[in-house]
């Protein structure tokens, strides 16, 4: 679990490689808005001296077209400004997701067991869009404060007790802004939260939409989703009043200003010290420097990105598992387990786990619920790190792998396996850098799967969106993936709970006559599965109680109770077809 200075530093970290990637593009906005700031500063100066000289009836031609130019310049440059705007917004957003989606995918369960799945998509849809403007919202603020800025400067230009005028107000508008800021961060924050929230909760109902309808709970579920929206309606509404209130007070304080500076001119001008057209660029050069209205907006826009930031920041704070830059030795697949013991948060699920599968060797990991037979099956291929200990293949520490030797050598089959790619065939060939039409369909008869894809619209090449297949088909696809994958460890998780004893006999007796030659590791729930491995790790209480054949462990009435529940069973010749 990462620290909050922790989650913090990332995200600026992560904002400042965003606004790297579109650096180029980045500085063309900012030039361009500092331009048009520019653009918008002369045009003042250019009316007053254009109305002086009308009044004094003296040529003003050249005057007039510079004032047309200005205006033209400002609506070209507005225009570029939108377009380099959206040009950076939709860069910065796209890197962010492609390089949150990589991380996620690279840390694996860790993420999920801190982040709902929900809460995760809103975070890589919706917090990614926010944060990706970050850098134009900077920019564009930079610009913004040069407005005010050269409004003074100018003020001071055309009569310094102009510039004094104003600046006696000027701190009132530096406290309105530096409140506005971080109240706004904190609303924003809040919001977002009450929004992942929300996210989390559907994601959950729709991926068990069968559960809800079939217990015909729609309605709970709706009010249990929708149960954040109180608090999220609050946090929207304490946005809108904290950026209200600054306005609010913006408006009250900046006329104020504005006169103050117009009555100056004014008494400047019936003494003789300014001209007509001087005063009217004093005016315009009192609302640019008071234009707090457009630095409020620019100052949400970077704290709605900034609290974006941090919530992707937390995802990016998790460290993904490092890997080594060893090559496996040629071996037989031989896998062991020294002294791993694993926590999840303040419990203890394995503790001192050492185990030896030797290579080409099928070993059944059973024990009762809650044993943590996944966790081990994770920890054996490197889908998690334990807390202590380490695991070897072929003597090989698996952190001191490189990721692509780790990847090629161990082989999964799950309980629910997630089937991706376009058709059946990409489904099985997933991960084989050129999976040939005659390997996957190998491996699919491997995993009596053969028959019922034939079958299929268009038999391996049907898509998987047209391929309605039962839970067991599902299993039996991933099996096929998994065999298809090869290697010299096949890690099997609960990956045959879904078929028929038949097919899973099929399977098991395939496996262990050569269908793999692998090692392979079987989390085990049925005792048949379990009686046909060559040994059995008994997983009890965080611990292995006892490794060895199943016909021998089956006298032993606590480990008959881990496949019935109960102490009470007749002989293993009843229970071991």
Known sequence: MTTPTADNDTSRTLLRAATRHSGAHTAALFLVSTAATGAGLLLPAALGRTLDLLLARAPATGWVWCCAGLALLLVLLDGCQSVLVGTVDARTTAWLRQRLTRHVLAVGPAVTARFRAGDLVARLVGNAAQAGTAPAARAALLAAF???????????????????????????????????????????????????????????????????????????????????LPRLSRAGHRMWQVQGRAAARAVAVAPLLQLGVLAVAGVLVARHRLTVGEVLAASRYAVLATGVGMLVTRFAGV????????????????????????????????????????????HTVLAGIDLVVPGGTTLAVVGR??????????????LADPDDGEVLLDGVPLRELSHDDLRRAIAYAFERPALLGGTVEDAIGLGLPAPSLTAVREAARTADADDFVRRLPHGYATALTDAPRSGGES?????????????????????????DTVTEARITRALAGGGSSATRLLVAHRAA?????????????????????????????????????????ASPEGACP
Do not use: N
């Open 529 to 569: 599965t379990a009686a046909r491995a060559d040994a059995v790790a008994w997983l009890d209480g965080g611990r292995v109680r006892a490794v060895g054949r199943h016909e021998e462990l089956w006298g032993t009435a606590a480990y008959r109770a881990a496949f019935t529940g109960t102490a009470e069973t």
């Open 146 to 228: 040069a407005g005010p800025v050269g409004g003074v400067v100018a003020l001071g230009l055309i009569d310094v007790r102009l510039a004094v005028v104003f600046l006696a107000g000027a701190p009132v508008l530096a406290a309105l802004l530096r409140a506005f800021a971080r109240d706004t961060s904190r609303c924003v924050t809040d919001y977002q939260q009450e929004q992942g929230a929300i996210a989390a909760a559907l994601a959950e109902a729709v991926d068990g939409h069968r559960t809800v309808r079939a217990a015909g709970t729609a309605d709970r579920e709706t009010a249990r989703i929708l149960r954040p």
């Open 475 to 499: 299993q039996r696809l991933g099996l096929a993936r998994a065999f298809a994958h090869g290697g010299r460890l096949l890690i099997l998780d609960d990956a045959l709970s879904s078929l």
């Open 369 to 382: 619920s809650g044993a943590g037979k996944s966790l081990l099956a994770a920890i054996a291929g490197r």
């Open 303 to 346: 704290a709605r990105a900034r609290a974006a930031a941090g919530r992707l920041g937390e995802i990016a704070a998790e460290p993904a598992p490092a890997h080594g830059g060893r090559r496996l030795p040629p071996g037989p697949g031989r896998l062991e387990l020294r002294g791993v013991t694993a926590r999840r948060g303040s």
